[in-house]
């Protein structure tokens, strides 16, 4: 895979872009850069990453892929407020493109980082809508949680 394009729509091939932070060789230095890599690590069920990189008051005790039916397919960045490299806070608005049971979904969400130690991590997210061909299926707290649980993002990540 190191040749081909990165799944998260940078340009560069996956050893250029998004492979350096699942290795460990580099780390993201904007928030928009973790939510590109976790998006891939999210396509390629790199748990360790996923865990690695989320902040440890939100992060899950395990991440489960087994029962996974999505094929993510890419990822379109639609706004990024702060986050930057002297930032400490930041949100990412995307939108990723999947399928599922042979249709194509697309999910928009919220994002929000944090960076400590000098090191970006996800916080947590809002799931703004879920659609399918064009017509929206689910909205909010009721859409499946982006962390791949299976559960609803209120009953998940969203919990208080």
């Known amino acids: 895979m190191s040749t081909e394009a990165c799944l998260c729509g940078s340009g560069l091939s996956y ?5 350096q932070f699942h290795s460990g060789a580099e ?6 850069a973790l939510m590109r890599s976790r998006f891939s690590a999210y396509a390629l069920r790199n ?5 690695a990189t989320w902040d440890i008051t939100r992060r899950p005790k395990e991440i489960d892929f087994s029962k996974e039916t999505v094929e993510w397919q890419r990822l379109s ?6 986050g930057g490299v002297k930032d ?6 995307f939108k990723a493109y999947y399928l599922q049971d042979g249709a194509e979904h697309v999910m928009s969400e919220i994002s929000k980082f944090t960076k400590q130690g000098g090191r970006w991590f996800y916080l947590d997210g809002v799931v703004k809508s879920i659609s ?9 707290k009721n859409a ?7 559960k609803k993002f209120k009953r998940c990540c969203g919990a208080e």
Do not use: D, F, R
């Open 132 to 140: 399918k061909a064009n017509q929206q299926i689910n909205q909010g």
């Open 77 to 82: 960045i639609e706004m990024v407020k702060k």
């Open 88 to 93: 400490n806070k930041g949100l990412v608005e």
């Open 144 to 150: 499946p949680c982006s962390c791949g649980s299976g």
């Open 27 to 32: 780390i993201p230095t904007t928030a928009e």
């Open 47 to 51: 748990v360790e990453y996923l865990l």
């Open 15 to 19: 050893s250029k872009c998004c492979g």
